[in-house]
């Protein structure tokens, strides 16, 4: 007889007081938490302090156990299960193939939302949502794999006028998370080898740091100009304009600093 | 001397429990507390229920209000001020307004940021974030306006393989919330007016209602089905899927009731 259930409870952007009231108060009658950072990672916490706040132990899963599933699904046969996921949850592939291993074995589901840097970061830039196409990820580039989809997709999204979110790779369990600067290197790599003139050094580029932190950076530039700046901790994420409305011009020169030559010039367009 | 602070709080999307920890910390630090609900609204709470849960007085703001913005800047000239905004903040214009001109006038200016229907909707059907194209608002017919950018937008998304997301108009003032079933016959208006084969009655559709609430409905089926079908109260938002994974499939069957038959044919293509 199956009569647990499974929550999966997002945590939000960046620390431990990201989780809604209600996300909060749906662990308190959970019987057992879980978690997993190798999806993705709340770079302005650590474990001790989400258990702190929920005031509950929290079992950290691996890759390798979150993939598989079986040790959340098993007790969720019987229990009440919550699954801690960074961000809005169902946005890694591996939680949604849970809920529908989960659905299938007779389980209930639900999803307690939060706070995700797809609309985050457009307004910490105050760019206008309904302006963004296809978002996509830059991977870190391996041995004999180096995906230039994001350059295809950056490249209809200008074509359309619109922007392009472009998130960067995460590998937690290397503690390694790629930095904007890494992120417009690849892209400049990506336009030497498909010379689109897509991405070119002096096109104007926005970099969100830290979003969701009390001190996020949100700083639009020339990209040769900020390809070597410094932009503090992770997680870091780009934005590629496409055609910028006036208020979005405005915005990007007050909240992100874009320099008064760049503003003149897109003025003109 | 400027020295106040203006801090936009995400709501979230459903109730007084969907603000963040982070954001009623905040609310608690401050001198003036705002919000406004023509943008946007939370259908499962009341303002006596928000002022109970943040413990402050909040002033509820016109449009006028809202849009003048001088209520909102004047004491935040001086004081700590938060404005509490539906969803995650920055996606109506009015807000982004509200901040350039805060951030013109010397006042700093922060966001806190919320659960958001732009990621909610897709987590909630179990299709992928990074698939969808732009997303777009049906709004209500007026009697010499129609536009049909959502039709072209749609196309467009659909031409690349992409889902749309589309946002269906709320007028609070009138206490007026599109149903996904108005929504629905908007869109086979447009199809009547364009013949670009782009939505048909035998089309399949995504339906979500209540994103964040405890019961939301995730269906998705054949238009000419469900087209007189009752999702309930508000909101209602709807997803025009573009090429669906074979894990879509199956999310959208077990997730969202698909009928068999649908999926059969999907899983030809």
Avoid: W
């Amino acid at each position: 007889m199956i009569d647990g259930t499974l929550i999966f409870i997002g945590l939000g952007l960046y620390d431990e007081k990201d989780i809604s009231l209600k996300g909060l108060e749906e662990i308190k009658n959970c019987d057992k938490v879980f978690t997993e950072f190798y999806t993705a990672k709340l770079t302005g916490t650590d474990i001790d302090k989400i258990e702190k706040t929920v005031g509950k132990t929290i079992e950290v899963l691996t890759r390798e156990e979150t993939e598989k599933g079986d040790k959340i699904l098993n007790i969720a046969k019987e229990k009440t299960v919550a699954l801690l996921t960074c961000g809005d949850p169902m946005t890694a592939t591996t939680h949604v193939d849970i809920r529908l291993r989960a659905a299938k074995m007779g389980i209930k589901t639900r999803i307690i939302h939060g706070s995700s840097i797809v609309t985050a970061v457009p307004g910490l830039l105050g760019l206008q949502n309904y302006k963004f196409g296809r978002a996509t990820t830059l991977a870190f580039p391996e041995k004999n794999y180096f995906p230039t989809s994001p350059y295809d997709i950056i490249k209809e999204n200008k074509e359309m006028g619109l922007h392009t979110l472009v998130l960067l790779d995460i590998q937690s369990d290397k503690k390694r998370y790629m930095t904007a600067n890494e992120g417009m290197k690849l892209l400049l790599k990506m336009e030497e080898k498909h010379k689109g003139n897509i991405i070119k050094q002096e096109d104007i580029i926005c970099v969100v740091a830290r979003a969701g932190s009390s001190e996020p950076i949100a700083l639009a530039g020339i990209i040769k100009d900020i390809l070597d700046k410094d932009f503090g901790p992770p997680l870091h994420t780009l934005v590629i304009p496409g055609k910028l409305h006036f208020m979005e011009i405005e915005a990007i020169q007050i909240l992100a600093q874009l320099p008064a030559q760049q503003v003149r010039k897109l003025q003109k367009l």
